[in-house]
Every structure is written in structure tokens, then in C-alpha cells.
């Protein structure tokens, strides 16, 4: 495999940059403002879900594993994220 070129390198650095900034940087703000810190983490969670479905919908293939990881993905941040939040099951409880 050869190594990346400089406008590779540029283009990786740029959106390292962009991660950074704009995604936590948004998740910030978005908490400041009063968004709970559940729900920014859900949202967060979602976007390997939209990567998918926008490359599909834009001609890109995925792989088999694409499909399968994020549909398992999704669901087990939604349950980490409202799991400290629901009851204790009857049974726990004393």
C-alpha cells in the first residue's frame, strides 16, 4: 500500500479539524444550551447510522458488515443512554 499524498494528508487533516470543532464543539454548545447530555449522546449515536443510509442513497456500496454493526449500534446506545434513567426491575428492588 503506498503512503498517503500530501493532498491526502491535507484532506485527512481538514477533517480531523472539522471533528473536532464542529462535532464536539456542537455537542458543547448543545449541552451549554440545555440539551441533556442523553440525548446529545444519542444524536451522536446516530451518525454512523446516517453515513450509511446518505451513502446509499448518494451510489456508495457497502460492505455486508456496514448494515448489521450500525443496526446493532443504534440500539445499544439507546439503551445506555436510558438505562441509568428506568425504574429498577421488581425484582431488584428491595
Known amino acids: 500500500?503506498?503512503?498517503?499524498?500530501?493532498?491526502?494528508?491535507?484532506?485527512a487533516g481538514a477533517i480531523?479539524?472539522?471533528?473536532?470543532?464542529?462535532?464536539?464543539?456542537?455537542?458543547?454548545?448543545?449541552?451549554?444550551?440545555?440539551?441533556?447530555?442523553?440525548?446529545?449522546?444519542?444524536a451522536v449515536a446516530?451518525?454512523?447510522?446516517?453515513?450509511?443510509?446518505?451513502?446509499?442513497?448518494f451510489g456508495h456500496r457497502n460492505t455486508r458488515l456496514n448494515g448489521p454493526v450500525s443496526a446493532l449500534a443504534w440500539p445499544a446506545s439507546a439503551c445506555s443512554t436510558w438505562a441509568p434513567t428506568c425504574r429498577p426491575a421488581r425484582w431488584a428492588r428491595r
Do not use: D, Y
Not at 464543539?25 to 444519542?42: C, F, I, R
Not at 446516530?46 to 442513497?57: D, K, S
Open 1 to 11: 500500500m503506498p503512503a498517503p499524498s500530501w493532498a491526502q494528508w491535507k484532506a
Open 16 to 42: 480531523g479539524i472539522l471533528l473536532l470543532s464542529c462535532g464536539n464543539g456542537g455537542v458543547t454548545l448543545a449541552e451549554h444550551a440545555g440539551v441533556a447530555s442523553g440525548v446529545a449522546a444519542l
Open 46 to 57: 446516530t451518525v454512523p447510522l446516517f453515513t450509511l443510509v446518505f451513502g446509499r442513497f
